[in-house]
């Protein structure tokens, strides 16, 4: 498995195709086209009024590692009193100033569109190859739908959640996803890899 991918630069996202074993993809892979991103940090001492706020707008908030969605928008917690935020079909700029208008003085917030590649990772066999670099215990009954965790992959940092029994959702620094993607390809390749939305390469 070593020679996998020695014909792509280690720079270069590994490209969409099929890796492994023919016939079967027992992980799948998909590159999110990229979604609206923003952290979200409550000021000190108002994480309790941020996350009235934000259930008063259609955003149940945690505040813990856990994911929650509503009013349009996925909110993974990161931190105490704080958040990685996505959105589907509008500009960093948009998400922004929906969030602003959520939590008037209550946030700080910074547009983090352009600095995340988003990983949809399923199939019956991706809780094994996660296993293979993931150091957070995937067992469905220790890691359940909703659960969030901000961690390091391969020496990569990452914060993931699953998004229900078989899909987990990753934000990866697009410095460092080439080399996640080419540590997932080679630790998913044993039971057929199926990667798309990376391009040609």
Not at 48 to 58: E, N
Not at 65 to 89: H, I, M, N, Q, Y
Not at 115 to 140: F, H, M, Q, W, Y
Request: charged share 15%; aromatic share 6%.
């Amino acid at each position: 498995m070593s020679d996998l991918l020695e014909h792509i630069a280690p720079t270069h996202l590994v490209p969409e195709g099929h890796y492994g074993p023919q016939g079967s993809a027992g992980v799948t892979a998909h590159a999110v086209e990229t979604p609206a991103a923003a952290t979200l940090v409550a000021r000190k001492g108002a994480t309790a009024r941020l996350i009235v706020a934000c259930a008063a707008a259609g955003l149940p908030l945690a505040d813990g590692p856990r994911v929650s969605a509503g009013a349009g928008l996925e909110a993974a917690g990161t931190a105490p009193g704080r958040w990685l935020v996505l959105a589907e079909g509008v500009s960093g700029a948009d998400l922004v100033a929906r969030l602003a208008a959520m939590t008037p003085g209550l946030a700080a917030i910074t547009d983090q569109s352009d600095a995340n590649l988003i990983l949809d990772i399923s199939g019956e066999k991706a809780r094994a190859a996660l296993a293979k670099g993931v150091t957070v215990d995937l067992d469905p009954t220790a890691f359940t739908a909703g659960d969030a965790a901000t961690t390091t992959v391969s020496h990569v940092g990452v914060t993931f959640w699953r998004r229900d029994a078989d899909t987990y959702r990753f934000a990866v620094g697009r410095s460092f996803a080439p080399a996640f993607l080419r540590w997932l390809t080679v630790s998913a390749a044993e039971y057929g890899f199926a990667l798309s939305g990376t391009g040609r390469g």
